[in-house]
């Protein structure tokens, strides 16, 4: 299984930026799929999350500007981030808990990262 994510940038600081994140190969299906991010010198942290039902869930940080959603007969997960700010530069990370058979437990499965800078 991989996770290939794209539509990190450069960005002025009001500006917004849509992350897209693709999972391929043996799928079964997929649960929980997040996005994370890792600012320099800090702890990732969880960004959003969306259930396979379409239930979002958004960190304190990014609630009203960022926004999740998930096409499950695609296997994609996008990040519409809108008025980003200078704290919002990181590497961000997409994630999925996916079943490669009917028979197997979710496991979690990470893309590589993009990177994303806002300006002031």
């Known amino acids: 299984v991989q996770l290939q994510a794209s539509g990190g940038g450069l960005v002025q600081a009001g500006g917004s930026l849509r992350l897209s994140c693709a999972a391929s190969?043996?799928?079964?299906?997929?649960?929980?799929m997040a996005w994370y991010r890792q600012a320099p010198g800090k702890q990732r942290e969880m960004v959003a999350v969306?259930?396979?039902?379409?239930?979002?869930n958004y960190a304190d940080s990014v609630k009203g500007r960022f926004t999740i959603s998930r096409d499950n007969a695609k296997n994609t997960v996008t990040l519409q981030m809108n008025s980003l700010e200078v704290e919002d530069t990181a590497v961000y990370y997409c994630?999925?808990?996916?079943?490669?058979?009917?028979?197997?437990?979710?496991?979690?499965?990470w893309g590589q990262g993009t990177l994303v800078t806002v300006s002031s």
């Open positions: 994630n999925a808990a996916v079943m490669t058979t009917s028979r197997s437990p979710y496991r979690d499965y």
């Open positions: 190969g043996s799928i079964s299906s997929i649960g929980q």
């Open positions: 969306v259930t396979r039902a379409y239930m979002p």
